[in-house]
């Protein structure tokens, strides 16, 4: 007996790219903000990268009102601070169960939608792109996914719960951005190690029934978020040590561009929002304490939104979480800035 249904043949990437297409203009300054993550990892250009926004891009008004925000804050920065706006339209649960993202679902209210969540994730990038400029991140919880937004993003993350799996791996190795490898959830340093050395290197394998060659991305990297232990406790991996651990573990290979983002959620904060403000404080005193920090933390990971904390999937307040709980825009601003200022 099959236990699963065939529903519907779902349009390729080719033809919803057609049906919402974007600019040569568009095209260019996405092809420069690609450029600048780049010169930013691998040491060209001394700015300080922060992909910051909502834990989910559960609500398309709200999440446009946000960027646009992040969009004056970026003018005023610029020559210190580099902003990617994190939009995240699909999202891992740790149980399967729940609000999976605007893929699954693009009203957290009604049931699941594939094909309408595939148009409503390209068109909420590509607005967020018209609006502001500024090109986003996403994560890429299913690989054959990617190519849908692959001329929009300028930068990929790779969950702790996909980061040891063969295909993201691969699939990373095959994109033309700079694509983050979680440290796992169970936070074994050498596991994300694989994972980097995997992504930078060439493979051959299947996507989206074709067989490819990828050439290995160079600008495949860290991303630290804290990790559980047996117990099911949050630890934190952000600390002088263990900062000072992966610039050793970078020294002992030969991979590009060595590289780390720190995320100050997740376990890192216990996801208490509130410590995201300490933890990137702590992190840039970590930087001015050791030279070999200061060239590898390239930035910082941070979940933000318009109100702080979360709420249920069923409430009402405009801008605020309903996956993770989220630092509030007031402090978001102020913390940008102090991040400038001691930069």
């Known amino acids: 007996m099959n236990n699963m249904v065939f529903k519907r043949k779902l349009p390729i990437p080719k033809d919803i790219k057609e049906m919402f297409p974007i600019t040569d203009d568009l095209r260019r300054i996405k092809e420069n903000r690609d450029q600048e993550v780049k010169d930013i990892l691998s040491g060209k250009s001394d700015k300080f990268m922060l992909i910051i926004g909502p834990c989910s891009a559960d609500n398309e008004t709200a999440v446009l009102d946000y960027i646009n925000r992040l969009k004056k804050v970026q003018e005023k920065v610029e020559d210190k601070i580099f902003i990617v706006p994190r939009v995240y339209t699909n999202k891992p649960r740790t149980t399967g169960q729940g609000y999976k993202g605007l893929l699954h679902q693009p009203d957290p209210h009604m049931n699941e939608d594939m094909l309408k969540g595939i148009i409503a994730v390209r068109e909420t990038h590509i607005r967020a792109f018209k609006e502001t400029g500024l090109t986003c991140a996403d994560e890429m919880l299913y690989p054959e996914l990617h190519r849908y937004l692959s001329d929009l993003l300028s930068y990929v993350a790779v969950g702790a719960r996909s980061v040891e799996d063969q295909m993201h791996r691969l699939t990373a190795s095959g994109l033309s951005i700079a694509v983050g490898m979680k440290n796992p959830t169970s936070g074994d340093f050498s596991v994300m190690m694989n994972s980097i050395i995997a992504a930078q290197s060439s493979h051959t394998f299947i996507y989206r029934n074709w067989e490819v060659e990828s050439k290995g991305n160079p600008y495949a990297h860290a991303i630290l978020r804290g990790y559980m232990n047996k117990h099911g406790k949050s630890l934190p991996n952000y600390h002088y040590e263990d900062l000072v651990t992966v610039c050793d573990m970078y020294h002992k290979t030969n991979l590009a561009n060595p590289a780390i983002i720190v995320d100050t959620n997740h376990a890192n904060?216990?996801?208490?929002?509130?410590?995201?403000?300490?933890?990137?404080?702590?992190?840039?005193?970590?930087?001015?304490?050791?030279?070999?920090?200061?060239?590898?933390?390239?930035?910082?990971?941070?979940?933000?939104?318009?109100?702080?904390?979360?709420?249920?999937?069923?409430?009402?307040?405009?801008?605020?979480?309903?996956?993770?709980?989220?630092?509030?825009?007031?402090?978001?601003?102020?913390?940008?800035?102090?991040?400038?200022?001691?930069?």
């Open 269 to 343: 904060s216990g996801k208490n929002f509130m410590e995201q403000i300490r933890i990137s404080k702590q992190v840039l005193h970590s930087m001015r304490h050791n030279e070999d920090i200061n060239k590898m933390v390239k930035g910082l990971m941070i979940e933000s939104y318009i109100e702080d904390g979360c709420q249920s999937v069923n409430g009402s307040v405009y801008g605020q979480s309903i996956t993770d709980p989220c630092l509030g825009w007031e402090k978001t601003e102020k913390l940008i800035y102090d991040i400038a200022d001691a930069l």
